[in-house]
């Protein structure tokens, strides 16, 4: 299953192994084939198969180099098919407010030059900004396919402009990564080469912009794989943010420590399916709160038909300067 990450390989409960079976193909010949950190020898078919231990969420590379020193790199993860259901919880409505200004930071990468293309991130982002835009007033600017140096830019731009009475939405979609032994998580642009570190977007540098932000309330809507990793530096993870009044520092993820789906729902992923479909039924103002409880209820649906699980996250932003309340979104009439 196609992910925006690692590509996720259903297994049965409690199988504790699995054949590989794949193919190389090299057009000037292939220097070298490892899977799983251990070099494998393929013959002239470029076929391979092989057997690997399951291990639950944990991405399993495979990275073919041919005789020019290219390098590809591919990963894949074993899930448990199947799983339990949250809970939908009715929509109820937040009090409308008055004299707020909301922007919308909508950042979408579906043609990364040395990661897999995504398929349906820039539809995604295209819709979602059409959605903000349209019906609930937003100033949106969109940015489809951009560098690290063009998100960079655009979040220190908007640090520097906004105030108490502005709310901001920041919409990522595209692939992300965490590490495994330190469980830091990062947002891969366009250019993101996956053999250098310092060209991702790493949690920590997002934090710290949207604590510096002047902003009143900033909200984070990522869909990539590990986004709830942000919502998780040197905190618990929970279903809600603190109530309460003040700065708003929250972050709804597609998923938690896990990847997510890219596909499921024709032109979009099944999230991004949700999270559009919520904020068209909306008649009254919206928390996030509620956002993320009727998003998640369908993502966790659809995910299940197609064989995985997949739970959305709603949490604080750790490190950011979150005192309490939550987003609203208000739509135009």
Not at 34 to 48: L, S, V
Not at 84 to 95: D, K, R, S, V
Not at 264 to 273: C, D, K, L, N
Request: proline share 6%; charged share 20%.
């Amino acid at each position: 299953l196609a992910t925006r990450g690692p590509a996720l390989v259903p297994v049965p409960a409690g199988a504790r192994e699995v054949e590989i079976v794949g193919k190389v193909t090299a057009e000037l010949g292939l220097a070298e084939f490892t899977a799983a950190g251990e070099r494998h020898e393929i013959g002239a078919d470029g076929i391979f198969r092989l057997r690997l231990p399951v291990e639950g969420n944990r991405p399993i590379p495979f990275v073919a180099v041919d005789r020019a020193a290219r390098r590809t790199t591919t990963e894949i993860v074993f899930v448990a098919a199947g799983g339990a259901l949250p809970a939908a919880a009715p929509l109820a409505g937040a009090p409308r407010e008055s004299g707020r200004r909301f922007h919308a930071l909508v950042i979408a990468s579906g043609a990364y030059r040395l990661f897999a293309p995504l398929s349906t991130a820039i539809a995604d982002g295209e819709d979602l900004a059409a959605m903000l835009r349209d019906r609930f007033g937003f100033e949106v600017s969109l940015l489809p396919d951009a560098t690290f140096l063009t998100v960079m830019q655009r979040l220190t731009e908007l640090a520097g402009r906004l105030g108490p009475q502005d709310d901001l939405l920041v919409y990522f979609a595209g692939h992300g990564r965490i590490d495994a032994d330190t469980g830091r998580g990062y947002w891969l642009p366009i250019d993101a080469d996956p053999d250098d570190r310092s060209t991702w977007i790493p949690n920590e540098a997002l934090a710290k912009i949207f604590g510096v932000m002047r902003a009143g309330r900033v909200l984070v809507v990522a869909d990539s794989c590990y986004a709830g990793a942000l919502g998780g530096l040197g905190l618990e993870r929970s279903g809600k943010v603190p109530e309460g009044g003040g700065r708003v520092r929250s972050v709804l993820s597609s998923g938690g420590l896990s990847p997510v789906l890219d596909q499921g729902a024709e032109r979009h992923s099944i999230f991004a399916r949700a999270l559009l479909t919520v904020l068209s039924l909306a008649r009254e103002p919206l928390s996030a709160d509620r956002l993320y409880q009727a998003v998640s209820a369908r993502v966790a649906f659809r995910s299940a038909e197609l064989g995985v699980v997949q739970r959305p996250e709603y949490a604080q932003i750790g490190f950011a300067g979150h005192e309490g309340g939550d987003f609203i979104f208000q739509p135009k009439s």
